[in-house]
């Protein structure tokens, strides 16, 4: 029988969610605890790959098990993974649906805190820049669903098959007093390094060194700029996957700073 696993986790500890030799990976952890507990190895197939210390406060993955257990293993699975990955539902599904084939759309939101503040350190990006020009970084946000093809903001466009995405939102958030931002996007998919590389864009244009002619140029013209000035990978998550036959609502509880009253810029 084919399950799929509703998690989140905290990936500041992590080298990514995919299993590489010699790292210590999402993936990995969670193989080997299922493994232990159904004295067998079991493979895990994940809905993408978070980078280096990004997080999920939603992801998917799925295993196939043969056994059937009598014991609640959502219970049993939080008890013996780390603090930093929880799982919140486990669902049967028939045939063989696939964990990342199947996505038709992923969500990510990237945090910025522009004040020092050790409470937020691993869970947000720290960029001291000063007063950024949130109503310029918007007017370039908003410009993303109108394009199609990201090639001027992919680190290695001429690997992929394609470099068309579906941008379907493109928002910018802040706080009241202005000293957080939230970038959002959803998408069919992305490319490698994407959506640092766009929020790096965006906080040069918030400083005044880049003016929003120039980076709709760069989706106009999709020639990769020389200094690509990717952003940290803390303060990126991976907050939503859909699938056509299933499309549940994130834990945001288990993120804090989703809890946060965000005003759209």
Request: charged share 20%; glycine share 6%.
């Amino acid at each position: 029988m084919r399950y799929f696993f509703h998690i989140g986790y905290n990936g500041h500890t992590y080298s990514g969610w995919q299993k590489q030799p010699k790292v210590n990976s999402v993936q990995e952890v969670i193989e080997d605890k299922l493994s232990q507990i159904f004295k067998t190895p079991l493979t895990i197939n994940g809905c993408g790959r978070t980078d280096s210390g990004v997080h999920a406060s939603q992801f998917f993955f799925h295993a196939d098990i043969a056994q059937e257990w009598d014991f609640d293993l959502v219970f049993r699975l939080n008890k013996v993974l780390p603090h930093n990955i929880a799982v919140f539902d486990i669902i049967p599904l028939a045939g063989k649906p696939h964990a990342r084939f199947d996505a038709v759309q992923r969500q990510y939101d990237y945090y910025i805190h522009t004040y020092k503040n050790p409470f937020l350190s691993q869970l947000s990006s720290y960029y001291d820049l000063g007063k950024l020009d949130l109503a310029a970084m918007k007017k370039a946000t908003a410009l993303l669903p109108q394009y199609k093809d990201y090639r001027a903001f992919c680190t290695t466009p001429d690997k992929n098959e394609h470099t068309i995405c579906n941008v379907m939102e493109a928002d910018l958030y802040t706080t009241a007093n202005g000293d957080q931002i939230r970038f959002h996007i959803a998408s069919n998919r992305f490319l490698g390094k994407m959506i640092r590389i766009i929020t790096g864009k965006l906080l040069k244009i918030g400083t005044g060194n880049m003016s929003v002619d120039e980076f709709e140029n760069l989706l106009i013209t999709k020639e990769t700029p020389g200094l690509l000035e990717i952003a940290h990978p803390t303060g990126l998550y991976l907050s939503k996957v859909t699938y056509p036959y299933l499309n549940l609502p994130p834990r945001t509880e288990f993120a804090g700073l989703q809890q946060k009253d965000w005003i759209v810029v």
